[in-house]
């Protein structure tokens, strides 16, 4: 089964600071994930990425996935209190019908004002 | 509004209790999707349905049975649970086949006592 490791696996910051979180894969990502969750909440969908080299940005955050496919990374620029929460990156594809997802543990982001 | 609704949002019960978990989207999504949120712990996919049928069942207790009535509604019934059972329950949506990814609801987070 692929298991995905992410790290820090939490992190406080200033705001205005830049961060980077990581995603690392013991398989090849076919499709890789990026959800954030507020503390006792649902996942929210912020991107997918599926090839190497692919680079993805929504306002303040890019996500990347380098070019093997095996480690992805999630960079915020200028760090905001509404940033904070757990992002957990997911890895998955077509399962023969239905999509399968599995997940990182999550990194916890605190934002401080 | 995230598409999928989750109701409850907290539920305590006893052991011997009987409770159902519902899930109700309106994407126009053919497959559904429960996953256990524990601490600490990365989400862990108990049940898949798509369309209706039920294609996965991660070796779950049989304490904790599903019901997919249509593609648009989802069940997790639950009954004699143990406190080990404590978590965020959530349910998610996508369409069968592809990499689009899933649309969470916003969890149940259910206490055994």
């Known amino acids: 089964s692929q298991e995905l490791e992410q790290s820090p696996q939490s992190l406080i910051v200033q705001e205005g600071k830049n961060l980077t979180i990581n995603c690392t894969s013991s398989k090849t990502l076919y499709g890789l994930y990026w959800y954030k969750q507020k503390y006792g909440e649902g996942l929210i969908f912020l991107m997918m990425l599926q090839k190497g080299g692919e680079e993805k940005s929504h306002e303040k955050i890019t996500a990347k996935l380098d070019e093997k496919k095996q480690q992805s990374s999630l960079h915020i620029t200028a760090s905001q209190p509404s940033h904070a929460g757990i992002y957990l990156c997911?890895?998955?594809?077509?399962?023969?019908?239905?999509?399968?997802?599995?997940f990182g543990i999550g990194t916890k982001l605190q934002v401080i004002p | 509004e995230t598409g999928v609704t989750q109701t409850p949002r907290h539920l305590v019960m006893g052991m011997t209790n009987k409770k159902s978990l519902k899930c109700e989207q309106h994407?126009?999504?053919?497959?559904m999707y429960w996953y256990k949120q524990s601490a600490k712990k990365p989400l862990e996919l108990m049940f898949v349905y798509n369309f209706k049928e039920q294609t996965e069942n991660n070796s779950v207790p049989s304490r904790f049975s599903p019901e997919c009535p249509n593609s648009s509604h989802l069940f997790l019934h639950l009954h004699t649970l143990q406190p080990e059972d404590s978590a965020l329950y959530l349910c998610?949506?996508?369409?069968?086949?592809?990499?689009?990814?899933?649309?969470f609801g916003s969890g149940t987070r259910l206490t055994v006592v």
């Open positions: 998610a949506s996508s369409h069968t086949g592809g990499v689009a990814g899933y649309t």
């Open positions: 994407l126009g999504h053919n497959a």
């Open positions: 997911g890895a998955g594809g077509d399962s023969g019908g239905y999509q399968k997802v599995t």
